[in-house]
T-cell receptor, first 114, second 118 residues
């Protein structure tokens, strides 16, 4: 079974600064996908960024980027130029190729301070 | 595109009654939908995988007779909480995969349904 671990229950960052959220996972699969989702107070899950395991290049979406270390089974999220609207719960998720069901980490509550 | 809706958004019911939650893919067909449960300040836990035209697959520890799932069409899956009790109070979220799209490895999430059982 796959497990996803987020070891930082809460983090805070000053507006405009950079913050990194950690995620590790455990799997014996070779083909899979990793995701970071944002859950604001509305509780709507919003996809932040996605990484295919077979791709060496780290995914980037505007201010959001990942550091994917396949051998170490690590998948951290870096948020640059943090904005107040980034305040939310962030979940790391794993999905095996072809199956579709997602396994989520416990989440990290990020607060961006003005 | 790729919008998933849930109805109702919030429901309060008495202990012992049954509650039905609908999950619809509005602009795509979803042969597979997923149901998650999220307790306050916790993560999403997969309850079951709903497959159109066949029986749902339940995760270990989830009572299939209590959480009835029906996926009768390519755009609708329903979750019925039977004989609900206060411990079933939670936030229920569905998601769907658009197998016809290049983003088929992405799941699209509904806005969730808050269930409160008195």
């Amino acid at each position: 079974a796959q497990t996803v671990t987020q070891s930082q229950p809460e983090m805070s960052v000053q507006e405009a600064e950079t913050v990194t959220l950690s995620c590790t996972y455990d799997t014996s699969e070779s083909n899979y996908y990793l995701f970071w989702y944002k859950q604001p107070p509305s509780r709507q899950m919003i996809l932040v960024i996605r990484q295919e395991a077979y791709k060496q290049q780290n995914a980037t979406e505007n201010r959001f980027s990942v550091n994917f270390q396949k051998a170490a089974k690590s998948f951290s999220l870096k948020i640059s130029d943090s904005q107040l609207g980034d305040t939310a719960m962030y979940f790391c998720a794993f999905m095996k190729h072809g199956v579709g069901d997602m396994r989520f980490g416990a989440g990290t509550r990020l607060t961006v301070k003005p | 595109g790729a919008v998933v809706s849930q109805h109702p958004s919030w429901v309060i019911c008495k202990s012992g009654t049954s509650v039905k939650i609908e999950c619809r893919s509005l602009d795509f067909q979803a042969t597979t939908m997923f149901w998650y449960r999220q307790f306050p300040k916790q993560s999403l836990m997969l309850m079951a995988t709903s497959n159109e035209g066949s029986k749902a697959t339940y995760e270990q520890g989830v009572e299939k007779d209590k959480f009835l799932i029906n996926h009768a069409s390519l755009t609708l899956s329903t979750l019925t909480v039977t004989s609900a009790h206060p411990e079933d109070s939670s936030f229920y979220i569905c998601s769907a995969r658009d197998l016809g799209a290049s983003s088929y490895n992405e799941q699209f999430f509904g806005p969730g349904t808050r269930l409160t059982v008195l």
